[in-house]
């Protein structure tokens, strides 16, 4: 019984450990295009460093795609036309800095 809880728990960490939804992203590129396209929107309406929009109880996202389809409507609105690539190098920024999705 308790054998089979700590290799569920190790299973468990592993899995945790692999599953990157956006590992094909830069987050390095992702944060220097949302400093110059995406942040300076945030910290006004939201103060700080404007992270807080990420991280505030009611906030949007709930999980990985739904992480890039914000992206992606932002982007949008902005006209920016990013490539799909793109979108991941900020999804991968967001998600490893914020978010955390699995
Ligand atoms: C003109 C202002 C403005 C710009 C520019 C802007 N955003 Fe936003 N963004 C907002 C606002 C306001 C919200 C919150 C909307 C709400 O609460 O309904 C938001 C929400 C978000 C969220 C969801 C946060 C949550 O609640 O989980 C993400 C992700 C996001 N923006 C990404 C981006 C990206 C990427 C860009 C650049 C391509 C961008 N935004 C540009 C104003 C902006």
Redesign the pocket.
Known sequence: MKRSLIACALLGLATAASADPFAAGNPKIGKQ??DK??????V???GGDGSA??T?E?????NAS??LA??RT??T??G?K?FEDEELH?AAY?NQTY?HFK
């Open positions: 295009m949302m396209n995406c942040t300076s929107c945030h006004s309406s939201f929009i990420y505030r009611d906030r949007i996202v709930e739904g992480l914000r992206i932002c982007e609105n902005l920016l990013w900020v967001l978010y």
